[in-house]
């Protein structure tokens, strides 16, 4: 999951979990809200009838009578005044019943004693504990409401702030490292970022693609100079050994070790000649505007190579569309491509095996070329490196020099193609080529 | 003939000297770009070999200079630069043959025998080889007037070792000359047995080939 991505969840996902959480416990928080006001108002009033008796005397509210009782019209409030037993002491709020005129209600009751010329009197003053709550819905609704809108605005603020945040990142896997074909040619631009770990994450990128570029080069270019100059060493041994070949003096031990010094020295010349063609492979010398028509290349290379059909008896089944073509290649390098490929078709085969070279257009435009061979097959941890150079797999057949493959896969390289290889220990191996929109 | 050699690696050009010495060219060696220039002023040569990679000098420029002074000379431009630039601009220049080192000097022979039937117009060449006759050009083999098929590589074989008749020439020298520049890493296989046991099963059809001779372990050789 992109870190992007990962954020948004994880922001949305919080701002929900607190949402919840205060959707759950609103109408606890706003009951005892209304209740303490509640309180606080009984209280108020309660110092206000205190304060009107201590100014005006209990007469006030008596007018003659010995006691004191008022509610409102639909009997919501009341506060009464009346005289209690000296022993009673009460400073209490809570909840309790009261009958007025036959209507039994449920109020909250302040009740209070106090003292007046040495008397003892109560003074309640109760409130309906339905008019306590009465705003409690409305109260919920607005809350959650501006809540909402608040959690929305700030998720919609973090997201435009993660996205800024984090497009520098989106920008050096873009232009870094997704789609980077080996060797990366282009200059490196540094991304334009203030987060000094994107800066650190992107000039270290940079730094190692450098590195990368630069072992590559010198790779290169020692590969070519080594190989260039171990070939006229190799010019002289092979002609020094040619002379002494031609003597007609010679004994026969002495013909045959100098054949066989021969073979190692043209051993020696054919791995200096292949990886000079993989140095120059690499080096783009090779002009890349041939047209090809596969079914001709093929009839060519089954003719160059027919000698070793016939030698192990292979079976060779070429089905391949005449019209097919593929444009922007070289020849030769395409014929060495597919020609190492049946090479290898019939040295890792069986004795009177069989070879199927097929061509198919996938759905994409893509051209593909297969070849099948039905030989020993390649072990499944070896398949990884056949395309190494100087990687010996099949060891127990003990021929070729390791460079076949190699040759193979630089050359697809060269024109973009994509090789795949599936094998089967003791059923044969099957190349794939790829022409990607030909 | 005269052959100007003109290569700085002096063993390499020894033995080149070594092995035409044997089929009676005369050769004279240059090892460098000034001596090459003085040498082609001084004398004139049926056959000039340069060496590309020169200390003082690039071959291609003495190519220029040397078409002036010896018109008639065939050129072979001998290098370890195989890009196809040089290629194209040495035979542009006038070159008439380019070999990659490393080459075999039957190979370079070869060459020079070529040349050599191409600028006298030997066209109408046919070789006789025991009751056979071999036309080069049609590139045929002829049984009185009966006409013997070989495959390409078949002739190619044979015509090769009919070229250096009365000399052993080994498989790798074979192989190396059919299959050309080609990079193939194989050479331990019998398939040049198997080529000349095929031609001789055909050419047996019609008359007696034992001038085609296996030297054991080495190679074949004609003998006349």
């Known amino acids: 999951m992109k870190l992007s991505t990962k954020l948004t969840l994880f922001i949305t996902g919080s701002k929900l979990a607190i949402v919840l959480l205060f959707v759950l416990a609103l109408p606890f928080l706003i009951k005892q809200i209304a209740s303490q006001y509640t309180n606080y108002t009984l209280n108020q009033q309660r110092q206000k009838v205190l304060d009107i008796v201590s100014r005006n005397g209990l007469d006030y509210y008596f007018q003659g009578d010995d006691s004191y009782g008022s509610y409102t019209m639909l ?59 009465q705003y409690n819905k409305p109260l919920q609704q607005f809350a959650l409401f501006v809540l909402i809108t608040l959690i929305v605005l700030t998720i919609l603020i973090d997201l435009t702030f993660v996205r800024i945040l984090v497009r520098p990142l989106a920008k050096i896997i873009g232009t870094k490292l997704t789609n980077r074909r080996f060797p990366f040619k282009d200059k490196q631009e ?100 041939d047209e090809v028509k596969p079914l001709l290349l093929f009839n060519e290379i089954i003719e160059e190579i027919d000698h070793r059909l016939e030698e192990k008896h292979i079976k060779i089944f070429l089905n391949i569309s005449p019209d097919s073509s593929l444009k922007g290649m070289n020849k030769d390098l395409l014929f060495q491509l597919f020609f190492n490929l049946v090479h290898n078709a019939i040295k890792f085969n069986r004795d009177k095996g069989e070879i199927f070279i097929n061509d198919k257009y996938l759905n994409n435009g893509a051209y593909e070329i297969t070849i099948t061979d039905t030989g020993i097959g390649i072990p499944k941890d070896d398949l990884a490196s056949i395309f190494d150079r100087f990687k010996k797999t099949n060891l127990q057949e003990d021929v070729g020099y390791g460079l076949g493959l190699a040759i193979v896969k630089s050359i697809s390289m060269y024109h973009q193609l994509q090789i795949n290889v599936q094998s089967e220990i003791g059923k044969g191996t099957t190349f794939t080529i790829t022409f990607p929109n030909n | 003939m005269k052959v100007l050699i003109i290569e700085d690696e002096k063993t390499l050009a020894y033995e080149m000297e070594a092995f035409l010495k044997k089929s009676f060219y005369l050769c004279d060696l240059a090892h460098n770009f000034r001596t090459g220039l003085e040498q082609l002023e001084l004398n004139k040569y049926d056959f000039i070999l340069i060496d590309l990679n020169l200390p003082d000098g690039d071959g291609l420029d003495i190519l220029k200079s040397a078409k002036k002074s010896n018109p008639d000379a065939a ?31 039957l190979e370079l022979q070869s060459r020079m025998q070529a040349i050599t039937r191409r600028k006298f117009s030997i066209t109408e060449e046919l070789l006789p080889i025991g009751e056979f006759n071999v036309d080069l050009q049609k590139r045929l083999v002829i049984f009185k007037e009966q006409q013997i098929e070989l495959s390409r590589k078949e002739f190619d074989l044979f015509s090769y070792l009919l070229l250096h008749k009365n000399r052993v020439l080994t498989r790798v020298q074979l192989s190396e000359h059919i299959w050309g520049t080609f990079v193939n890493d194989d050479y331990d296989s019998n398939y040049i047995d198997a080529h000349i046991k095929n031609i001789r099963k055909k050419l047996n059809t019609w008359a007696d080939t034992e001038w085609l001779e296996t030297v054991r372990g080495v190679g074949y050789r004609i003998k006349k």
Request: hydrophobic share 35%; proline share 3%; glycine share 2%.
């Open chain 2, 75 to 105: 050129y072979i431009i001998i290098t370890a630069r195989t890009n196809l630039k040089d290629r194209v601009n040495g035979l542009d220049l006038g070159a008439d043959d380019y070999l990659a080192k490393p080459f075999y000097l």
């Open chain 1, 190 to 289: 540094q991304i334009q970022t203030s987060t000094t770990d994107f800066k650190y994450l992107d000039e270290s990128l940079i730094l190692l693609m450098n590195q990368i570029n630069e072992a590559f080069y010198k790779e290169r270019e020692f590969t070519s100079n080594a190989s260039h100059e171990l070939m006229t060493p190799i010019s002289i041994l092979q002609n020094k050994l040619e002379n002494l070949l031609s003597d007609e003096n010679l004994d026969g031990p002495t013909s045959l070790a100098l054949i066989e010094m021969m073979k190692t020295v043209t051993r020696l010349k054919n791995i200096t000649k292949s990886l000079l063609l993989i140095s120059r492979i690499e080096n783009e010398q090779y002009i890349r505007d």
């Open chain 1, 75 to 133: 009997k919501e409030e009341f506060i009464a005044l009346l005289p209690v037993e000296p022993s009673l002491k009460m400073d209490t709020i809570k909840d309790s019943q009261r009958l007025i005129e036959s209507d039994t209600l449920n109020y909250r009751v302040l009740s209070y004693t106090f003292n007046n010329d040495n008397k003892n009197y109560l003074l309640e003053i109760g409130k309906t504990t339905d008019s306590i709550n």
